[in-house]
């Protein structure tokens, strides 16, 4: 039975995650390498940035001073406030996670901070991890260019027609708006 296991298992990574044959087995719990786990994301970590102007903060609500939140701010990114009077068993900074960006001056944090501030104060942001791209093989280069084409071609056909509506006089009071198809582009000078 524990050499079906070691089996079954040593098939359950090589084809499902992709693991070579190693002369150890991995069994469940073992820490496994970057390397032995294929197609994991790898990401850019952002480095810690003075915010640009004051807040203050109010339960998960952050008002800015001469701000531009919208322009350096995105939802997942972290906010950092430092504590003015740390008690102890307390840390200096508190980060929290921003779950919405309202406007320049306004965003909304997750969690309350554990102080509030009694008067303006500066900050520090933190942007989320940005993932690295892979370099493209050329199969997928051409597989894009050749999507992309299709797509122009698509847009082309949409563009071969100009509808144009017309407005006729029915009875003495009445109109009758007909669409007729036109092949080619025009321009508005020579629809009317």
Known sequence: PEEDR?????????????????????????????DEVPDMPEYTIQPIKDGEG??????TTVHGF????????????????LNPDPKEGEEAE??????MVLSNKSLG??????FVPSKKSDFKIKNKPILKEEDKTFD?????????RKLEKKEEKKKKYTVVEVREAKGMWGYTTKKIKIKGQLSRD???
């Open 66 to 81: 001469a701000t531009k939140f919208l322009d350096t701010l995105e939802i997942g990114d972290t906010l950092i406030l």
């Open 94 to 99: 508190e980060l929290r996670k921003i779950n």
């Open 109 to 114: 944090v997750e969690e309350p901070f554990s």
């Open 140 to 148: 997928e280069f051409l597989a894009e260019k050749m999507k992309n």
């Open 6 to 34: 070691q089996r079954i298992m040593a098939k359950f990574q090589r084809e499902v995650l992709g693991i070579k044959d190693s002369p150890e087995l991995m069994m469940p719990g073992m820490k496994r390498t970057r």
């Open 190 to 192: 020579e629809i009317l």
């Open 54 to 59: 004051e807040i203050l903060v109010s339960h």
